[in-house]
């Protein structure tokens, strides 16, 4: 279905940027984004729903209060729902370095070496290899991450009512396998499974090796192409229906489309950068050595990635209903968030 732009007749603001929506096709997503792109409109991006609607670069106009807390927003999902990240107890300008930004620290998984750790779920349980490639991504166990973020999210969301305000849409855990053509790593086995060395599908797409096709010009995307990959709560029509809550994190696609630029690029102007590294919800690669690593935000704002048993930030992802929306009154900015 496509965003219904009358959905967010309440905030005159959101309505004028989805109405001068500009399209994605001739952006550079390999330069990062440091000034506030969208002021004007934003850009438009199919997602599993529709046209989701992203804000890019240094925005001062995303501000969100819920909960009792300050997010910033992300996208507009194709349902009219809007994606936000958690940003604190406070708001915080562009640029800010605060540990207050991210709710907690920890680790993907507390092991690392297997390909299956990769996955915010994944198989066998316990400590014991993977042996195929649908073993280690047959959602059987929690990752350590998962388990974190959710008790997050029913302590300070679900427990004090606001549950029934955020939908239940799709986060991508990507662990397609393109193969060394696409990831340009010639040690890539392709098989997903165990200490095998692989690369996944954002890793490819986002050009995290200098040799592959796309360092230059990544392509990013919202749209998930396994279902299984697809987390939802309750939804198994779009999802998985594996999440016991309805959160999860920002994914390496978004980081890009926000503004970090390729891999491995400075940028603390645009509004993901929070200080800390924190975790996305994009797998990356199992590695040299059998070790699993993720997506993350790095120090200086940039796409990087880190090892899952690292301790690392946990930025939560929530999506508000079209409904709750359309309660929303204020102009996006620090001293006048969106709120109801």
């Excluded at 975790?279 to 090892?307: K, M, Q, R, T």
Aim: aromatic residues 14%; contains cysteine; proline residues 3%.
């Amino acid at each position: 279905m496509y965003f219904d732009k009358e959905m967010l007749k309440a905030s005159d603001i959101l309505a004028k940027k989805i109405a001068n929506a500009k399209s994605s096709e001739n952006l550079n997503f390999a330069e990062p984004a440091i000034t506030d792109e969208t002021s004007d409109g934003l850009y438009a991006m199919e997602d599993d729903y529709g046209t989701s609607y992203y804000y890019r670069g240094a925005v001062e106009d995303n501000y969100v209060k819920f909960a009792g807390f300050y997010w910033r927003i992300i996208r507009i999902n194709g349902d009219g729902s809007l994606r936000i990240i958690y940003d604190g107890t406070q708001a915080h300008e562009n640029g800010a370095n605060s540990t207050d930004r991210l709710v907690i620290l920890s680790s993907y998984n507390a092991n690392r070496n297997d390909a299956k750790y990769v996955g915010y779920m994944y198989g066998p349980s316990g400590s014991g290899a993977s042996t195929s490639k649908s073993q280690a991504q047959s959602n059987t166990a929690d990752s350590d991450i998962k388990t974190v973020i959710e008790n997050w999210y029913k302590t300070n969301i679900a427990d004090k009512g606001y549950d029934g305000y955020i939908s239940d849409n799709v986060f991508c855990n990507d662990r397609t396998i393109p193969g060394k053509e696409a990831t340009g790593w010639s040690s890539d086995t392709g098989l997903g499974y165990g200490t095998n060395t692989t690369a996944y599908g954002a890793y490819a797409r986002l050009g995290a090796n200098s040799l592959g096709a796309n360092y230059y010009n990544p392509v990013p995307k919202f749209i998930c192409e396994n279902k299984n990959d697809a987390f939802t709560n309750e939804d198994t029509k779009k999802g998985n229906g594996k999440l016991g809550q309805k959160v999860g994190m920002i994914t390496a696609d978004e980081i890009v489309v926000a503004g970090s630029g390729k891999c491995n690029t400075t940028n603390s102007s645009y509004y993901l950068f929070k200080g800390p590294w924190y975790w996305s919800f994009s797998p990356f690669y199992i590695g040299p050595g059998g070790y699993a690593y993720v997506f993350a935000i790095g120090n200086g704002g940039i796409l990087n990635y880190g090892s899952v048993n690292n301790a690392g930030g946990v930025a939560p992802v929530i999506s508000l209903s079209a409904d709750y929306v359309r309660t929303m009154s204020g102009n996006g900015t620090m001293s006048s968030p969106f709120e109801a």
